[in-house]
């Protein structure tokens, strides 16, 4: 079992930046891929970064890829996704998920976090 809980969200304008970061209890974290997730108002929860168990492989949403960088601490249990250049495009509620996995062309994880806001104004 893990249990995660982000925080870093908030209100920020167009071309800003925030860091979420995640913090992971459970002894059994440094084993888990990682990942963040969100959900727009009114639309499916879609994939946005993973990372590896050990850090030394990620992946983006095309979407991103460029402007948002996923980092973890094994050390610290923690995870974190540092926000570029954001756009209104990019409000939603953001999710930290562990043993994150890709099905196909598809991400999902195991564990979730309750979210936290970030909303981009224009």
């Known amino acids: 079992q893990v249990q995660l809980v982000e925080s870093g969200g908030g209100l920020v304008q167009a071309g800003g930046s925030l860091r979420l970061s995640c913090a992971a209890s459970?002894?059994?974290?440094?084993?888990?891929?990682m990942g963040w997730f969100r959900r727009a108002p009114g639309k499916e929860r879609e994939f946005v970064a993973a990372?590896?168990?050990?850090?030394?492989?990620?992946y983006y949403a095309d979407s991103v890829k460029g402007r948002f960088t996923i980092s973890r601490d094994n050390a610290k249990n923690m995870v974190y996704l540092q926000m570029n250049s954001l756009k209104p495009e990019d409000t939603a509620v953001y999710y930290c998920?562990?043993?994150?996995?890709?099905?196909?062309?598809?991400?999902?994880?195991?564990?979730w976090g309750q979210g936290t806001q970030v909303t981009v104004s224009s």
């Open positions: 990372i590896s168990w050990n850090g030394l492989s990620t």
């Open positions: 998920a562990a043993n994150t996995r890709r099905y196909g062309s598809t991400w999902s994880g195991g564990y």
């Open positions: 459970g002894r059994t974290f440094s084993n888990y891929g």
